[in-house]
């Protein structure tokens, strides 16, 4: 039995495809012909930040077992022509679909581009030149290359050692997408609620706001994401659905395990569109600018760099606005290259508070004959009582200690505002490290 890896990605369009709804179509035409999977399909979120992301920058893999090189080659023709026809119905100029068909254990290269591309820009040359030095890997890109960046990232990252959390994707009937999703808040509420700690980000409490129906005309009808396979079949089964569903699928992910944060040391090495962790000293007090978002800066190693929490992370400004210069911390996110209206920023995700610095302020001295109020004559003049009158030429401000409202803690946005790479923090703690490779029973249905 030979092992084959299939990579693919954007394969999205605004015309209502999706990579992932093109990798179940194929998934299921394989594992009906009774092809052995080995491992769930799996979705590989790349760095959020590159300018030419799909929506949601998600790419796909499939890991299966086949007896000869023939079928390898009937599998190549099938998930090829499969392409076609669906980047045929689904046309999009901007797409560059790419799929990959590599037979046999993975190079490190593809692991190394999948690591980059998780937290960093791939540049196209460096995957094609290393595509075309092996020989093992077969490559389709019908119109444009840059799609098999993700291909290749998608093959790449396995996961097998590095945590991982699955979703459950439902799929609706093509007369149906457009409309509006018919899933019963209720159900989902009560799902949540049952299913608890295994379940991730579903519903938000806060916001009274659904969170596994997406908007917009793509396929899914619902995703629900959470730790274990076999809970999401049983959670799925309680929800209310009012609509006909076409597949379900499975799928193993990189999804909120925060794996497109790259650690570095110092601020002077973070490029644009890097997804960093770097720990620096607020150096500039929040500002909240028009638009709402919240802005500060942050230094380390002699480089310093703006830190923004946008309007959509709705609270979390108001934990953020709580910094002040001398506080120590880790900020976490992608960044933005610099314009002509801010420098190179930080979209921040979360944030460590580390050390809260002891901040003081200058207030006017008390009267020492009332204990009323004084205040300042003029400069180098000194200062006046209010109440009583009394007046020294030599009275200056006194330094007091600011009580400081905020805490040394980890901080993270509401539910609503968590994109698909991001970990919350309940998460901490519950990082995964080993896949068995076993699949349960139904991973894939084909419902209607
Ligand atoms: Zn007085």
Same mark, same amino acid.
């Given at each position: 039995?030979?092992?084959?890896?299939?990579?693919?990605?954007?394969?999205?369009?605004?015309?209502?495809?999706? *990579?992932?709804?093109?990798?179940?179509?194929?998934?299921?035409?394989?594992?009906? $012909?009774?092809?052995?999977?080995?491992?769930?399909?799996?979705?590989?979120?790349?760095?959020?930040?590159?300018?030419?992301?799909?929506?949601?920058?998600?790419?796909?893999?499939?890991?299966?077992?086949?007896?000869?090189?023939?079928?390898?080659?009937?599998?190549?023709?099938?998930?090829?022509?499969?392409?076609?026809?669906?980047?045929?119905?689904?046309?999009?100029?901007?797409?560059?679909?790419?799929? &990959?068909?590599?037979?046999?254990?993975?190079?490190?290269?593809?692991?190394?581009?999948?690591?980059?591309?998780?937290?960093?820009?791939?540049?196209?040359?460096?995957?094609?030149?290393?595509?075309?030095?092996?020989?093992? *890997?077969?490559?389709?890109?019908?119109?444009? $290359?840059?799609?098999?960046?993700? +291909?290749?990232?998608?093959?790449?990252?396995?996961?097998?050692?590095?945590?991982?959390?699955?979703?459950?994707?439902?799929?609706?009937?093509?007369?149906?997408?457009?409309?509006?999703?018919?899933?019963?808040?209720?159900?989902?509420?009560?799902?949540?609620?049952?299913?608890?700690?295994?379940?991730?980000?579903?519903?938000?409490?806060?916001?009274?706001?659904?969170?596994?129906?997406?908007?917009?005309?793509?396929?899914?009808?619902?995703?629900?994401?959470?730790?274990?396979?076999?809970?999401?079949?049983?959670?799925?089964?309680?929800?209310?659905?009012?609509?006909?569903?076409?597949?379900?699928?499975?799928?193993? *992910?990189?999804?909120?395990?925060?794996?497109?944060?790259?650690?570095?040391?110092?601020?002077?090495?973070?490029?644009?569109?890097?997804?960093?962790?770097?720990?620096?000293?607020?150096?500039?007090?929040?500002?909240?600018?028009?638009?709402?978002?919240?802005?500060?800066?942050?230094?380390?190693?002699?480089?310093?760099?703006?830190? +923004?929490?946008?309007?959509?992370?709705?609270?979390?400004?108001?934990?953020?606005?709580?910094? $002040?210069?001398?506080?120590?911390?880790?900020?976490?996110?992608?960044?933005?290259?610099?314009?002509?209206?801010?420098?190179?920023? &930080?979209?921040?995700?979360?944030?460590?508070?580390?050390?809260?610095?002891?901040?003081?302020?200058?207030?006017?001295?008390?009267?020492?004959?009332?204990?009323? *109020?004084?205040?300042?004559?003029?400069?180098?003049?000194?200062?006046?009582?209010?109440?009583?009158?009394?007046?020294?030429?030599?009275?200056?401000?006194?330094?007091?200690?600011?009580?400081?409202?905020?805490?040394?803690?980890?901080?993270?946005?509401?539910?609503?505002?968590?994109?698909?790479?991001?970990?919350?923090?309940?998460?901490?703690?519950?990082?995964?490290?080993?896949?068995?490779?076993?699949?349960?029973?139904?991973?894939?249905?084909?419902?209607?």
């Amino acid at each position: 039995m030979i092992k084959v890896h299939i990579g693919v990605d954007d394969v999205d369009s605004i015309n209502g495809g999706c *990579t992932t709804h093109y990798a179940v179509k194929l998934a299921w035409m394989l594992y009906s $012909r009774g092809v052995k999977f080995l491992d769930y399909p799996n979705i590989v979120r790349l760095n959020p930040a590159i300018p030419w992301k799909t929506r949601g920058n998600g790419a796909v893999a499939l890991r299966i077992l086949v007896e000869s090189e023939d079928s390898i080659n009937d599998i190549w023709e099938l998930a090829s022509s499969t392409l076609d026809e669906y980047s045929g119905v689904f046309r999009d100029s901007k797409k560059q679909p790419g799929l &990959i068909l590599h037979i046999g254990d993975i190079p490190w290269f593809f692991k190394f581009i999948a690591e980059k591309a998780l937290y960093d820009l791939v540049p196209l040359e460096l995957v094609d030149r290393l595509l075309v030095k092996s020989n093992s *890997t077969r490559v389709y890109s019908p119109s444009g $290359r840059r799609g098999l960046i993700g +291909a290749v990232a998608a093959v790449g990252c396995t996961m097998e050692t590095s945590d991982h959390t699955y979703e459950l994707l439902a799929y609706r009937k093509q007369e149906y997408w457009g409309s509006r999703r018919c899933v019963s808040e209720g159900s989902v509420i009560a799902v949540d609620r049952e299913y608890g700690d295994y379940l991730i980000l579903n519903y938000d409490y806060e916001y009274g706001r659904v969170l596994i129906t997406p908007r917009g005309p793509d396929p899914v009808l619902l995703g629900l994401r959470g730790e274990d396979p076999i809970v999401l079949l049983e959670a799925y089964k309680k929800l209310e659905i009012c609509e006909p569903v076409d597949y379900t699928c499975l799928f193993r *992910t990189n999804q909120h395990t925060d794996a497109h944060l790259h650690s570095v040391d110092s601020i002077c090495s973070i490029r644009p569109y890097m997804c960093v962790k770097v720990n620096g000293i607020v150096s500039s007090r929040p500002i909240r600018i028009p638009g709402g978002h919240v802005v500060f800066k942050i230094c380390s190693g002699g480089c310093c760099i703006d830190v +923004a929490a946008y309007e959509p992370t709705k609270s979390f400004r108001d934990i953020v606005e709580k910094l $002040r210069e001398g506080d120590l911390v880790e900020v976490m996110g992608c960044t933005r290259p610099p314009s002509s209206r801010h420098g190179l920023t &930080i979209n921040l995700e979360k944030i460590v508070v580390r050390e809260v610095a002891r901040v003081v302020e200058y207030v006017n001295p008390k009267c020492p004959r009332c204990g009323g *109020t004084m205040e300042s004559v003029g400069r180098g003049k000194g200062f006046r009582c209010r109440r009583c009158g009394y007046r020294d030429q030599y009275a200056s401000k006194t330094p007091v200690y600011v009580e400081r409202d905020l805490k040394p803690g980890i901080y993270e946005p509401p539910r609503i505002a968590f994109k698909h790479l991001m970990k919350p923090i309940s998460r901490f703690g519950r990082e995964k490290r080993v896949f068995s490779g076993v699949l349960v029973d139904g991973f894939i249905q084909r419902v209607g």
